[in-house]
């Protein structure tokens, strides 16, 4: 079982980043960009902040912040270049 579990993560670290490409290159709607972009409006909660999908996502390509990584999700080729191998 333990076996099984690496490779669990890894399949699901992939399906997340085709689904970010798909968000960040604007083929999801407006809606769906502007809450991974964090641009939704209401009150900031107290405490530690919370882990964002984008946090998740630049550990995985290992870039170094957001406009990087949306500039990066434009060009095909390099997207699925860093989404065949995430860096779990």
Known sequence: MAEKEPR???NIARQKMAYARHVLR???GLNA????EGKISGFKARGR???V???DLKDW??????SELKRTA???TIWNALASQ???
């Open 49 to 51: 902040p919370r882990r």
């Open 86 to 88: 995430p860096s779990t």
């Open 8 to 10: 669990f993560y890894k």
């Open 53 to 55: 999908w984008t946090d």
């Open 74 to 76: 434009e060009d095909m």
């Open 33 to 36: 960009l502007l809450i991974m």
């Open 61 to 66: 390509t290992e870039l170094r912040n957001y």
């Open 26 to 28: 604007g083929s999801s």
